[in-house]
């Protein structure tokens, strides 16, 4: 998962140490991402990561709010993954 977390933060620009554990809602990253201008760009960063990693088909992108966390989107994909769902 950590290299999930990393392909997700690079491609958004932010250093996972910043991006991760700080309770930041989706649009502070785009508030603090070099190259997400919107939500789109946000879920193309989890898309693009999701596809690195092989794992496009086995889970179902999750539905969040902008003032959903970063954290919270991360947790739902590892849940997904522990239970195999699509």
């Known amino acids: ?3 999930f977390k990393e392909s997700v933060a690079e ?3 932010i250093p996972q140490s910043e991006l991760y554990g700080h309770g930041l809602s989706l ?3 785009i508030v603090n991402s070099k190259t997400a201008m919107n939500s789109i760009d946000i879920m193309e960063a989890f898309a693009y ?3 690195r990693h092989g794992w496009e088909d086995r889970l ?3 539905i969040f709010t902008l003032d959903s966390t970063i954290d919270q989107v991360i947790e739902e994909i590892e849940n997904q993954l522990k239970t195999g769902v699509k």
Request: charge should be negative.
């Open 49 to 51: 990561a999701l596809a």
């Open 11 to 13: 491609k958004l620009g």
């Open 27 to 29: 649009s502070d990253v």
């Open 60 to 62: 179902n992108m999750p």
């Open 1 to 3: 998962m950590d290299d």
